[in-house]
């Protein structure tokens, strides 16, 4: 019988604890999604795994993508900038060993056309595997 390590869903991985701490730093709630919601809050996360790759047998290094919007630009980037700092003190995230592996493009405005301010920055992520499944 053979044994395969399975890696957790980045994306609501890191979805969930941004948004949990986010909002506990930031004095309010924050939610998170992977898209824009179809009724826009006055302010709100999106946080997509956008590539990646498996970097050795035990570890995967997702590129995580976050997106924060509000009505203005100043909180768009003051929420962008908590989310940075969160994604690099990460050592830990449901069970899991997560860490910094790179900063790819820290929070730069990049405007939609809407009438909300919108911050992206992207971060390559390890996340240690811990799930073993067995096949025959």
């Known amino acids: 019988m053979a044994s395969l390590l399975v890696f957790p869903d980045s994306e609501e991985?890191?979805?969930a604890e941004i948004a949990a701490r986010?909002?506990?730093v930031l004095g309010s709630a924050i939610p998170a999604s992977t898209m824009v919601p179809a009724n826009r809050p006055a302010e709100f996360l999106i946080v997509r795994r956008v590539g990646g790759s498996r970097r050795d047998l035990v570890t995967d290094v997702p590129v995580i993508q976050v997106e924060a919007w509000a009505n203005r630009g100043s909180r768009a980037s003051r929420i962008a900038n908590v989310?940075?700092?969160l994604m690099q003190s990460f050592t830990e995230i449901g069970g899991y060993s997560v860490g910094l592996e790179d900063e790819?493009?820290?929070?730069?405005?990049?405007?939609d056309g809407s009438q909300q301010a919108r911050y992206t920055a992207?971060?390559?992520?390890?996340i240690r595997g811990e799930e073993l499944i067995n096949i025959a």
């Open 13 to 15: 991985l890191f979805r």
């Open 22 to 24: 986010a909002s506990e």
């Open 83 to 85: 989310v940075q700092a």
């Open 104 to 111: 790819i493009v820290g929070p730069t405005s990049y405007p």
């Open 122 to 126: 992207s971060y390559a992520m390890a």
